[in-house]
């Protein structure tokens, strides 16, 4: 079975320019979790989808970032227009729909590792 | 207050010894789940072990052990038998809720582990 899958694994953008991120989920993994670390910090949660829809964007930090999952498979995050601030390493995560009382791991992605010059 | 705290930011340990890699955890949620994420220089986040808020029993994976103090709030990892292939940077996380419901992992700061031969 092929684990999360993350596009591209490096960027490296200029400062005002658009960055596109994937992430392919597990298949058959409703829940789909954008993190991210910036260097020297812990891992934040940016957004939570169930299938198409997001449940949780609080971690969202503002407006430039856009995150979307249509159909509910992949998912983009959309950063734009690209500040200093916003390099790190970004992970995504699926997790199993889960029954009552269980919780199911995540499975974490390789992370895309952007550059913002 | 920090919800998951990993107090180590460095540790040594010498090839073929235990370690144990602290993890202090906060939450007021009767339902929650542990989990130890492995971070080698690659930069992929890998899955350990899982401890949930009910079981019983320590969760044990292979030479990975997880001692669960529920009164303390405390969730260390020991790795038994240690391996220069150990060398990593090791997180402690916790997703608070029941599976289905909210989903946010909070993650620790990390520890940085360098296994000595």
């Known amino acids: 079975e092929a684990g999360v899958t993350q596009f591209p694994s490096h960027s490296v953008i200029e400062k005002g320019q658009t960055v596109t991120l994937r992430c392919d989920p597990i298949s058959g993994h409703d829940n789909l979790y954008w993190y991210r670390r910036v260097m020297g910090k812990e891992i934040k949660f940016l957004l939570h989808f169930v299938k198409e829809s997001k449940q949780d964007e609080s971690g969202m930090p503002n407006n430039r970032f856009l995150a979307e999952r249509t159909g509910g498979t992949y998912s983009t995050l959309k950063v734009q227009p690209a500040e200093l601030e916003d390099s790190g390493v970004y992970f995504c995560?699926?997790?199993?729909?889960?029954?009552?009382?269980?919780?199911?791991?995540?499975?974490f992605g390789p992370g895309t590792r952007l550059t913002v010059t | 207050a920090q919800k998951i705290t990993q107090t180590q930011p460095g540790m040594f340990v010498q090839e073929k010894e235990a370690v144990t890699l602290d993890c202090t955890y906060d939450?007021?949620?009767?339902?929650?789940?542990l989990f130890w994420y492995k971070q080698p220089s690659s930069g992929e986040m890998i899955f350990l072990i899982y401890?949930?808020?009910?079981?019983?029993q320590n969760a044990t994976e292979g030479r990975y052990s997880l001692n669960f103090q529920k009164a303390r709030k405390s969730a260390n990892l020991v790795i038994s038998a240690s391996q220069l292939g150990d060398s990593a940077m090791y997180f402690c996380?916790?997703?608070?809720?029941?599976?289905?419901?909210?989903?946010?992992?909070?993650f620790g700061t990390g520890t940085k582990l360098q296994v000595i031969p």
């Open positions: 995560a699926s997790s199993q729909e889960g029954t009552s009382g269980s919780i199911y791991e995540q499975y």
């Open positions: 939450t007021s949620d009767p339902s929650y789940g």
């Open positions: 996380a916790m997703r608070e809720g029941n599976s289905g419901g909210y989903q946010k992992v909070t």
């Open positions: 401890q949930g808020s009910y079981d019983q």
